[in-house]
């Protein structure tokens, strides 16, 4: 099982970014994708997940900004980054949540917003 992060980059606060994350190598046995990010010298948090029934749960921080939704025929989730705050500066990372094979996790994809 692989997962790729992609979508990262730089913005100014206010704007938006789109992060995308495609599984390969997995077709069934998926429970949920997820989203979590690293801050510099902070520890990892979980940002949003999206179940394979299709609900969804945010970080408090991030509720009303972001949105995650996904294409289950690509295996692929997204994160709709919008109205980005320097505190959402980090390295973004998908986690892939299986039924019966543990976790996966992707490469991360960096976002950095500047004031």
């Known amino acids: 099982v692989q997962l790729q992060a992609s979508g990262g980059g730089s913005v100014q606060a206010g704007g938006s970014l789109r992060l995308s994350c495609v599984a390969s190598?997995?077709?069934?046995?998926?429970?949920?994708m997820v989203w979590y990010r690293q801050a510099p010298g902070k520890q990892r948090e979980l940002v949003a997940t999206i179940t394979s029934g299709g609900s969804t749960d945010y970080a408090d921080s991030v509720k009303g900004r972001f949105t995650i939704s996904r294409a289950n025929a690509k295996n692929t989730v997204f994160l709709q980054m919008n109205s980005l705050k320097p505190e959402d500066t980090a390295v973004y990372y998908c986690k892939l949540r299986t039924y019966i094979s543990g976790d996966y996790w992707g490469q991360g994809t960096l976002v950095t917003v500047s004031s």
């Open positions: 190598g997995v077709r069934y046995n998926i429970s949920a």
